[in-house]
């Protein structure tokens, strides 16, 4: 998920906990008396937007480096071993500022044991809300890199931000000087929904329904403190959860049942198959599948990622295209231990990749040419922002190699044309 929802996520996790931890006491607090503790819920927020400190390492490009990037993303960070390891070392960090004079009345109320369980509680919740999308997470990486997905919400969720921010202003007791930072963030988050739909990225009704949940929540804060917020917060996320696996699980069987892979399941194998939430829109779904095609000798020669749209409200699913690849391409051509190419293999769900040609004619032995690799659930109809390119002398097409991969989808030769394959 995105920062911005693992923050509030820490914040709702500090508010949840016993404010003795803080250093606050029942009485009203007078001058003589200790200042609460801000450790609290800092610390919260920090613990679980820790495990993306790997992007300041690996990304971006020319600071960092894409292929390595695509390799490490959600892995050693966001393992279980990963993970405890950074909850250790924050504690660590936590007990040093503890200590420090300059920073100790920060840290009324802190304990090691509660300053670890803060730290676990924090970067725990990071690597259960980043299952939730279609990103998935290595839970037992190094042991065991598979991917696991969740394929409930998308990475960016706006009624998601909408339920734990209502939570924390509805159950805040003071707000003090931080109402501007709930001005602020309220006002940021409203550009961010307002200019995605915008760019036509999500339907305008969701601007509208993001400003009215905003005006909702203000009212709830307006009418007094609403003490079991978080509690309430809880269960609308859970049955959110609930509702988007239903939808998740329809958009499959749909597609399933379409005319593409259903005239084909009997001949093919569909090794990847997921539905990915769309931005904004809980009940619509991008599904796709990766078919491999079997020959004559048993091995694969060619796969078709196949996607199309599904609604939840009408229960439509509309077929859109088919891009082709060829999964064995790079081990024929020697290029099996090259770094990006194991990057590919180790970060894409859906595998795309063919060869572009760099001159119009592609007959004329020793051009340059290129093999270009992505992942069909970040570009299908889009630029896509994990696409990586090795450059190599290219001397005529080997048997069996995919289509041409050109830099704009449009020009993507497909398998099975649909009269319904323009994106939307």
């Known amino acids: 998920m995105d920062n911005l929802t693992h923050a ?198 969701v601007a509208v329904g993001w400003a009215t949940g905003v005006i909702e929540v203000a009212l709830l804060r307006w009418w007094g403190r609403w003490r079991f917020a978080p509690l309430i917060a809880a269960s609308l996320i859970g049955l959110y959860l609930v509702a988007n696996a239903y939808w998740s699980v329809q958009a499959v069987g749909a597609a399933l049942a379409g005319p593409v892979l259903s005239q084909r399941y009997d001949s093919d194998r569909i090794d990847a198959l997921g539905a990915m939430p769309v931005p904004g829109v809980p009940w619509r779904r991008r599904v796709m599948s990766s078919v491999m095609t079997v020959g004559p000798s048993g091995r694969d020669v060619l796969a078709n990622v196949c996607y199309g749209d599904w609604d939840g409200l009408t229960g439509g699913y509309v077929h859109r295209d088919c891009l082709s690849r060829s999964p064995g391409e790079a081990e024929r051509r020697g290029l099996e231990e090259d770094p990006k190419v194991i990057a590919w293999k180790a970060f894409a769900r859906f595998h795309i990749g063919g060869w572009r040609i760099t001159e119009q004619d592609d007959s004329t032995p020793g051009q340059e040419g290129e093999f270009v690799m992505g992942d069909a659930r970040c570009g299908a109809d889009a630029d896509d922002w994990s696409e990586l390119r090795i450059a190599v002398p290219f001397s005529g097409r080997a048997e069996g190699t995919a289509s041409a991969l050109s830099e704009r989808p449009d020009t993507l030769r497909t398998i099975f044309p649909s009269p319904q394959s323009t994106p939307r």
């Open 8 to 205: 509030l996520t820490g914040a709702l996790i500090a508010r949840t906990l016993p404010d003795r931890w803080a250093g606050e006491r029942d009485e009203p607090l007078d001058p003589d008396s200790v200042r609460p503790g801000r450790w609290l819920t800092w610390s919260a927020v920090v613990a679980a937007n820790l495990p993306d400190f790997e992007a300041l390492v690996l990304w971006p490009p020319p600071l960092g480096d894409k292929a390595a990037y695509l390799l490490h993303h959600r892995g050693w960070s966001h393992s279980l071993v990963g993970i405890a390891a950074e909850a250790v070392t924050f504690t660590a960090l936590l007990w040093l500022l503890a200590r420090c004079r300059c920073t100790a009345g920060w840290f009324a109320g802190f304990t090691l044991r509660r300053g670890l369980d803060v730290a676990a509680l924090g970067v725990g919740s990071h690597l259960f809300m980043d299952w939730w999308n279609s990103y998935g997470v290595r839970p037992f990486y190094p042991w065991d890199k598979t991917w696991y997905y969740g394929d409930r919400v998308f990475i960016v969720d706006p009624w998601v931000w909408l339920m734990l921010g209502g939570a924390l202003v509805c159950g805040t007791r003071r707000f003090g000087r931080t109402k501007w930072w709930w001005y602020a963030l309220t006002f940021a988050a409203t550009l961010v929904v307002a200019g995605a739909c915008w760019k036509e990225q999500c339907p305008s009704w």
